[in-house]
């Protein structure tokens, strides 16, 4: 939970930053005039906008859209600062970006191309109005000129229409060097007009506050974790016991002991062996015979020197071997011929009812 909340505040605070990072940035705006319009006019309300034109610009996109971006531009125009480096072509819509700033904040090299403007770009620029009609045959007239032709960065510093890129002077208070000899690079130009630029640092008002309310943020983000982990440590910290109130809730040390497993032993009954068949009491005397075959459970016994078919009858104990004596009986069945051996000793066997 502490982990989620520590990237939530991260986040809020970059969402913060990202726009004042953005108006910052040395970006390339849009593909057509009228993209590059909107993104030049974004910034325009919050500081100088500064644009440099190192390639031409083309006049084109929708008029209707141009002309609500135009509109803003020119109210703002006193934010807008526009170079032309050495050896650059402004194009239509760069010579139309050009006129709609200040005079003083025109900042052109004399070997700079000022391209001329189509009727289309005039009849927008009338309507602001930065061109003015009356004026299409007047030779001192920019717009005039520029709708005939174009011209040179010279030619607008003749007509005090621009200032001269190249002799923008940059000085430094720390190392106290001499101006610059050497036209500045479009990069690196000089500052423009008082008029044309803005003053203190790189952030407005707006932006710095926000820059205080996100330290603020992560400052108490940072007190806040340390109290949860501080926090968290001395509960850990407390024994068991001091955590339950005594009677109430209380866990008694040994209600969670489990007691040693008993030692288990397995039994296994051996089943008895059967050797013969329980036939029960059987009636009728009982005479001695010898073993002549194994009793498993039938065999031959030999009775008065005639072999008899004879069936072990005590279960619970081994026959005798081939030679022994067993005492045998009739069968229970009439009509058998198979006799019942017993052991010699027969008398719990035929008790009552064999002699």
Same mark, same amino acid.
């Given at each position: 939970?502490?982990?989620?909340?520590?990237?939530?505040?991260?986040?809020?605070?970059?969402?913060?930053?990202?726009? @004042?990072?953005?108006?910052?940035?040395?970006?390339?705006?849009?593909? $057509?005039?009228?993209?590059?319009?909107?993104?030049?006019?974004?910034?325009?309300?919050?500081?100088?906008?500064?644009?440099?034109?190192?390639?031409?610009?083309?006049?084109?996109?929708?008029?209707?859209?141009?002309? $609500?971006?135009?509109?803003?531009?020119?109210?703002?125009?006193?934010?807008?600062?526009?170079?032309?480096?050495?050896?650059? %072509?402004?194009?239509?819509?760069?010579?139309?970006?050009?006129?709609?700033?200040?005079?003083?904040?025109?900042?052109?090299?004399?070997? @700079?191309?000022?391209? /001329?403007?189509?009727? *289309?770009?005039?009849?927008?620029?009338?309507?602001? /109005? !930065?061109?003015?009609?009356?004026?299409?045959?007047?030779?001192?007239?920019?717009?005039?000129?520029?709708?005939? #032709?174009?011209?040179?960065?010279?030619?607008?510093?003749?007509?005090?229409?621009?200032? $001269?890129?190249?002799?923008? %002077?940059?000085?430094?208070?720390?190392?106290?060097?001499?101006?610059?000899?050497?036209?500045?690079?479009?990069?690196?130009?000089?500052?423009?007009?008082?008029?044309?630029?803005?003053?203190?640092?790189?952030?407005?008002?707006?932006?710095?506050?926000?820059?205080?309310?996100?330290?603020?943020?992560?400052? &108490?983000?940072?007190?806040?974790?340390?109290?949860?982990?501080?926090?968290?440590?001395?509960?850990?910290?407390?024994?068991?016991?001091?955590?339950?109130? /005594?009677?109430?809730?209380?866990? /008694?040390?040994?209600? %969670?002991?489990?007691?040693?497993?008993?030692?288990?032993?397995?039994?296994?009954?051996?089943?008895?062996?059967?050797?013969?068949?329980?036939?029960?009491?059987?009636?009728?005397?009982?005479?001695?015979?010898?073993?002549?075959?194994?009793? %498993?459970?039938? #065999?031959?016994?030999? &009775? $008065?020197? !005639? &072999?008899?078919?004879?069936?072990? @009858? *005590?279960?619970?104990?081994?026959?005798?071997?081939?030679?022994?004596?067993?005492?045998?009986?009739?069968?229970? *069945?009439?009509?058998?011929?198979?006799?019942?051996?017993?052991?010699?000793?027969?008398?719990?066997?035929?008790?009552?009812?064999?002699?």
């Amino acid at each position: 939970m502490r982990r989620s909340l520590y990237f939530t505040v991260l986040f809020g605070v970059l969402a913060v930053l990202a726009p @004042a990072g953005a108006a910052s940035a040395d970006e390339v705006c849009g593909k $057509d005039f009228k993209e590059r319009l909107q993104c030049w006019s974004q910034w325009i309300g919050q500081g100088t906008v500064r644009v440099t034109l190192d390639e031409a610009v083309a006049f084109d996109g929708s008029a209707k859209e141009r002309k $609500d971006v135009e509109q803003t531009l020119w109210r703002e125009r006193a934010k807008l600062v526009v170079e032309v480096p050495k050896g650059g %072509h402004t194009g239509a819509g760069g010579t139309a970006l050009l006129l709609l700033a200040k005079p003083g904040a025109r900042l052109v090299d004399p070997g @700079a191309t000022i391209d /001329p403007l189509t009727p *289309e770009a005039v009849n927008e620029l009338a309507s602001l /109005p !930065v061109c003015d009609p009356k004026n299409s045959k007047n030779p001192k007239d920019l717009c005039a000129r520029l709708a005939k #032709g174009p011209l040179n960065g010279h030619d607008l510093i003749a007509l005090s229409q621009a200032a $001269d890129l190249s002799k923008q %002077h940059v000085y430094s208070i720390a190392d106290g060097r001499a101006p610059a000899s050497e036209s500045p690079s479009p990069t690196k130009s000089a500052s423009p007009p008082p008029d044309a630029t803005s003053s203190g640092s790189g952030w407005d008002t707006t932006t710095q506050i926000l820059a205080v309310l996100c330290a603020v943020l992560v400052l &108490l983000l940072a007190v806040l974790l340390f109290l949860i982990r501080r926090s968290s440590q001395a509960v850990g910290a407390l024994p068991r016991r001091a955590l339950a109130v /005594p009677g109430v809730g209380a866990v /008694p040390a040994t209600a %969670h002991a489990r007691a040693p497993d008993e030692t288990t032993t397995r039994l296994r009954v051996t089943p008895t062996p059967q050797y013969g068949r329980r036939v029960g009491n059987v009636p009728g005397p009982a005479r001695s015979a010898v073993v002549r075959t194994e009793l %498993h459970p039938q #065999g031959y016994v030999e &009775l $008065d020197r !005639v &072999l008899y078919r004879a069936v072990w @009858a *005590e279960p619970g104990r081994p026959p005798p071997a081939p030679g022994g004596l067993v005492d045998v009986t009739d069968a229970r *069945e009439r009509d058998s011929d198979v006799l019942y051996a017993f052991p010699p000793t027969t008398g719990r066997h035929a008790k009552g009812t064999r002699t």
